[in-house]
């Protein structure tokens, strides 16, 4: 599913499913004007073992009242937090190639940073359209277009998911061994109680004689 859907031809939003469950990964082409006075910031995400952020910038759509926000990429922040917006515009991006996805179905507790409205924590949907001044489509698009202009001032972009196993079977042979090391110690604990109490215990006295 996730093969045939990133093989798709590039379609415009319109042409999107409605239900953005059967619309999540399609390729789909951005026509508009990005609007960096409302981006906003995804913080705590790491890249290639570095602190960063993603830049979340709404894309307004000619003839739409509802924005499309994209995650433009990923850029490098010391505290994983805090990052100069103004760098990394790219003025002349007017068209975004991208694949979809879902906001997470779920709105969660304490999602913006004290302080920094345009922070978030995670990808809250209601977060999100509390801070925009206008309606957002209910998906996001994660930007793919390659780099235009020097490559120091546009975001790394994010690579489509991965079509392997990723790292679950070495999770669960992670989680094996330290189950049958558990168990081992377990057995070795029990043998080691049970031996302690067979040299303590106490021979019967013997008669004595009358």
Do not use: C
């Amino acid at each position: 599913m996730v093969a045939s859907r990133l093989d798709s031809a590039m379609v415009a939003p319109g042409e999107l499913p409605s239900d953005t469950a059967l619309a999540r990964l399609r390729k789909v082409l951005l026509v508009g004007t990005l609007d960096y006075d409302n981006e906003m910031v995804l913080s705590s995400r790491g890249y290639n073992g570095s602190p960063g952020v993603y830049l979340l910038t709404p894309m307004r759509i000619p003839g739409s009242d509802t924005a499309i926000l994209v995650n433009r990429g990923w850029v490098y922040a010391p505290d994983a937090m805090t990052v100069e917006l103004e760098r990394w515009r790219e003025p002349s991006l007017d068209s975004i190639q991208g694949f979809v996805n879902v906001f997470p179905p779920t709105s969660v507790a304490e999602s913006v940073v004290p302080d920094q409205p345009r922070t978030l924590r995670s990808l809250d949907p209601l977060a999100v359209a509390a801070a925009m001044p206008y309606p957002i489509a209910p998906y996001y698009v994660v930007a793919t277009t390659p780099a235009i202009g020097a490559r120091d001032s546009v975001p790394a972009r994010l690579p489509a998911p991965r079509l392997d196993e990723g790292p679950h079977k070495s999770y669960a042979l992670q989680w094996a061994a330290f189950a049958l090391i558990a168990f081992g110690g377990a057995v070795a604990v029990w043998r080691s109680g049970r031996s302690g109490r067979e040299e303590r215990v106490v021979p019967p006295a013997p008669d004595l004689p009358h």
